[in-house]
């Protein structure tokens, strides 16, 4: 059954019709939440919570736009009280919850967890917003005018918010780059010392 | 970094999904050509895009989506969704406006076309009986008069409920009936304030000593006594 099928039977009050709707999209809505509030529980939460106002407002839902587009809404915002509510914004990545399960060897695992380790905490950097952009258009595969009918305000605020959240990554990540280096050039340094 | 550089990186990011102006994805593309600065910060970026595809969120296990279904149906068992909003609130919000609007034009052209009812209430005329009972009355003698009138008025009187500040004094029977000017010409006890306006200091302190004189007799008791204080 298609999206709007659903959604017509799940404004009739068809339960089931509704949790097939959540079948289809919670992934994509935990991975959105994830992203935001990088943290697996309160994703988990929020998720949740996205899909049980979503099937209470659904009668309000005109079928006007993509009710995937209209759950992304919804979902950021929670997410968006969330953070606003636990002042979360700037909190530090507990880096310890990600398990990166590689199909390489432990060596590879290892590199891979440090990527990952490496990119949460420059994404931590980002305000929410830009966050939500840098997930809608990479991870969702939104256009910019999608992003905008779900985060509001226009294609080219999006298109701005996006270039924005890039270039930030790109500096945090360079950054931390470089401060990797210092630190592993510094035992080799005192090794120099110590011999002359 | 050259001015022009500096422009295009700015547009840079959205280069490689095309998703950008025509205008711009030319000059982008023939800027790069030339320009090994850009090139090797489109390489940067481009590399920024691979790390965060590559690095979704962790996907939960199969137990994980069991446990999160069940306990999404358990909530949406217990919600009831919400009935559809009416087509009033599906209305443009300047149009739901509009009925507030059409009532208070009514009402102004009411008035207008009733010009025998005015729309506002007049203005009283307390203030200006003020500003003359203030040009009668100098200071010091208004404390003096109003220091004699609160040792006239006991406590008790004053528990009575007190009329808005106009500058005048009120005497009620015992029962608590209003005294009109009509009922007694020499007393005045409604506009006292023209009264007083009109008179000699000599005349104002034989119109208090009537005043006292009833209050003593109990035939009526003073409601308030803001005359003075305006």
């Known amino acids: 059954m298609t999206d709007p099928q659903l959604v017509a039977l799940a404004q009739q009050g068809d339960l089931p019709a509704f949790e097939e709707l959540v079948k289809k999209y919670q992934r994509e809505i935990y991975g959105l939440a994830y992203r935001l509030v990088l943290d697996a529980e309160e994703a988990k939460d929020l998720a949740q919570q996205a899909f049980l106002q979503a ?3 659904i009668r309000g839902f005109r079928q006007q736009a993509q009710f995937r587009t209209w759950l992304f809404r919804i979902a950021i915002n929670q997410c968006y009280n969330y953070l ?18 590689g199909e390489g060897s432990p060596e590879e695992d290892l590199v891979a967890q440090e990527e990952h380790r490496r990119l949460y905490a420059a994404l931590d950097h980002l305000p929410a917003k830009q966050r939500a952009v840098i997930t809608l258009k990479l991870e969702q595969g939104l256009s910019y005018d999608e992003i905008s009918a779900v985060l509001g305000g226009t294609a080219g605020a999006a298109r701005v918010n996006y270039c924005q959240a890039l270039k930030t990554l790109k500096k945090y990540l360079q950054n931390e780059d470089e401060h ?7 035992p080799k340094m005192v090794a120099r010392v110590s011999r002359r | ?33 030339g320009c090994p600065d850009c090139r090797e910060e489109l390489a940067g970026l481009e590399e920024v895009v691979r790390a965060v595809k590559t690095a979704p969120a962790p996907e939960p296990e199969p137990a994980f989506w069991d446990n999160f279904n069940r306990e999404l149906h358990l909530k949406l068992a217990q919600s009831v969704p919400a009935p559809a909003p009416s087509r009033f609130f599906r209305m443009p919000y300047y149009l739901v406006g509009a009925p507030a609007l059409a009532v208070l034009l009514l009402w102004v052209a009411f008035g ?13 005329q307390v203030a200006k009986q003020e500003k003359a009972l203030e040009q009668m009355a100098p200071p010091p003698q208004v404390a003096k008069q109003e220091k004699a009138l609160e040792k006239m008025a006991p406590t008790p009187q004053a528990a009575a409920p007190v009329p808005e500040a ?25 506009d006292l304030d023209t009264t007083l306006a009109g008179m000699s200091e000599k005349e104002k302190e034989d119109f208090l000593k009537q005043v006292r004189q009833h209050e003593k007799d109990g035939s009526c008791i003073r ?8």
């Open chain 2, 223 to 230: 409601k308030s006594s803001t005359i003075f204080s305006a």
């Open chain 2, 112 to 124: 207008y076309l009733k010009p025998d009812q005015p729309v506002l209430a007049p203005v009283p």
């Open chain 2, 166 to 190: 106009t500058g005048s004094v009120v005497l009620v029977t015992k029962n608590g009936q209003e005294l009109s000017p009509d009922d007694d010409p020499d007393t005045l006890l409604g």
């Open chain 1, 55 to 57: 099937f209470v407002h």
């Open chain 1, 180 to 186: 990797e280096v210092a630190v592993r050039s510094y």
């Open chain 1, 84 to 101: 606003k509510s636990k002042k979360k914004f700037g909190d530090p990545v507990d880096c310890e919850e990600f398990e990166v399960v």
């Open chain 2, 1 to 33: 970094m050259k001015w022009r550089c500096a422009l295009i990186q700015r547009w840079l990011p959205a280069y490689p999904d095309g998703d950008l102006p025509s205008f711009w994805r030319e000059r982008i593309k023939s800027h790069l050509k």
